[in-house]
């Protein structure tokens, strides 16, 4: 579709209001909504149309992004679009959630005459403003094609990896990848300081060493565990949808081994209490 297309766009926060800012920045007329109306108003001073409902908001627009934080969430604002939204227009999920729960959606937004793509993103609210996201999908080749030019106001890195469902897949591997790899760090950094090593001097050793990655690097930033307080909900969240999703898979099981006494440490809570 052209440039012209109406673009709604559902939650605004740390990492969906950069996204926003930079479709309309593109040049895309730009429909928002949120729960507290005075979330919007920043986007309406800089040319965005506020929607008094999620109908009104699927009504208007050609291509709806959605970057709430949970499956209830999503599967809620889902159904409420595909009453008001047009056959031939598209809802694009960015928020992290089951994969099945993905090809539920799209099962349904195919029964109304609504393309459906799956496309979490990677980076944060940084990468959001700079406009390099990596944006993992998932759907049909034709439904890609179409929103890449969306895409591409937020994102850098856009794959295309399969069907409805598969841009989760990615998303929920690389970041129990990476919260394995802070809990590598972790461990590491406990090793040493048994060795007798002095921490700053192995941080600095390491991140220039073959033992290198970038969980380590964050790692390395932090002057403590619980300083990733912030952060580690999420992958604790992620890490748990991937091990929903391959409950047996013994790859899932160590990304949870690696990560957890990390998380545990980060979140104050001991994750390891519901495993055996």
Partial sequence: MSAKETIGFIGLGSQGGPMAERIA??????????RRPEALQPFVDAGAR????????????????????????????VEELLAAMRPGSRIVVHSTILPENCQRLAARCAAKGIAFLDAPVSGGGAAASAGTLTVMCGGQADDFAAARPVFETFGGMIVLLGAAGAGQRAKIV?????????????????AGAELGLEGAALRELVKASSGRSFGFEVYARLP???????GAPLLVKDVKLL???????????????????????AIGADLTETHP
């Fill in 174 to 190: 690389n970041n129990a990848l990476m919260a394995a790899n802070m809990g590598l760090a972790h461990a590491a950094m406990q």
């Fill in 25 to 34: 920045a593109a040049g895309y007329p730009l429909t928002v909504w949120a």
């Fill in 224 to 230: 403590s565990p619980q300083a990733f307080s912030h």
């Fill in 243 to 265: 091990t929903a999703t391959l409950p047996e898979a013994a790859g899932a099981e160590a990304l949870r081994i690696a990560a957890e006494p990390f998380l545990s440490a």
């Fill in 50 to 77: 506020a929607a008094a409902t999620i109908a009104e908001l699927g009504a208007a627009c050609d291509h709806v992004g959605i970057c709430v934080v949970d499956d209830d969430g999503v599967a809620a604002i």
